[in-house]
């Protein structure tokens, strides 16, 4: 173990991506295309794209929703695990990341699958609710954090029993134990929290990670009957 604790994690991420074999070209593309367009490098590890894909592939998944595009990284994972009837709608606030997503999507022969839908996600999700869009077998919460509990709700009326809804970055180095913290991003987490705790139509759990991406978390919920 190195004295740099992120230095080994990073390490321990590319051993393991090189390991087990869990990255591509297809996956390799849509991260060069998201730096050539400027784009922050702030998408899923390969580890933890090849765990969303397993979920979706694990339950079956035929509709993901997605909130939080990026350039499209976590997208192509999920969508690669979906049938060819599936669907993957993905919600992104920022014209130039839908843009970069749309044509990565589309290199990874997926344009067909996914749908890159480019406004403020609350409100895309008011209006895919009050459309009869879902029931989504999977949703991933990965957008602004501040949100995470409303976008929970929302991915909760769209769902059905036996859906999954996995919400990334929830530990925040740590800094969500600080209750009286300033961080927005923590607070948001506080909040998604104490709604998942009081949610009685959801089963939760959260589990800290370390990787390349430092020490964080993701919370997975499963619809109960
Ligand atoms: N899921 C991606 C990473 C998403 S980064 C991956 O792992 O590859 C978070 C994204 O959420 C950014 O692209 C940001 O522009 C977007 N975002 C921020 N606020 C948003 C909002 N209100 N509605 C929709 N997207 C938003
Ligand atoms: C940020 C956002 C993420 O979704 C993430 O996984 C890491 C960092 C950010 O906004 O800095
Ligand atoms: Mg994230």
Same mark, same amino acid.
Request: no cysteine; proline share 3%.
């Given at each position: 173990?190195? %004295?740099?604790?992120? *230095? ?15 990255? %591509? ?21 390969? $580890?933890?794209?090849? =765990? ?30 979906? $049938? ?9 606030? %920022? ?11 589309? =290199? *990874? ?11 403020? *996600? ?21 957008? %602004? ?15 059905? $029993? ?22 927005? *991003? ?21 589990? =800290? ?14 619809? =109960?009957?």
């Amino acid at each position: 173990m190195a %004295d740099d604790p992120h *230095a080994t994690w990073t390490s321990v991420d590319t051993y393991l991506t090189s390991a087990l074999g869990l990255s %591509d070209e297809t996956v390799e593309r849509a991260l060069t295309n998201q730096r050539e367009a400027g784009l922050p490098e702030i998408n899923v590890s390969a $580890p933890q794209g090849k =765990q969303l894909a397993l979920i979706a592939q694990s339950i079956g998944a035929k509709k993901i929703l997605e909130v939080g595009t990026l350039g499209g990284y976590s997208t192509i994972w999920m969508a690669r695990a979906l $049938p060819a009837d599936g669907q993957l709608i993905t919600l992104e606030l %920022d014209e130039h990341h839908a843009t970069t997503a749309r044509a990565s999507v589309e =290199q *990874a022969g997926l344009g067909s699958v996914v749908e890159v839908i480019q406004g403020p *996600a609350l409100e895309t999700l008011e209006r895919l609710k009050a459309e009869g869009a879902g029931p989504f077998d999977l949703a991933f919460i990965d957008a %602004d954090k501040v949100n995470n509990a409303n976008y929970f709700k929302a991915a909760l009326a769209m769902s059905r $029993p036996g859906s999954v809804i996995i919400v990334d970055n929830v530990i925040r180095n740590g800094a969500v134990t600080d209750l009286e913290s300033a961080d927005t *991003a923590v607070q948001g987490v506080h909040a998604l929290n104490s709604y998942v705790a009081s949610e009685s139509r959801v089963s939760a759990t959260t589990i =800290q990670t370390v990787g390349n991406k430092g020490y964080d978390g993701y919370l997975m919920a499963v619809v =109960q009957h």
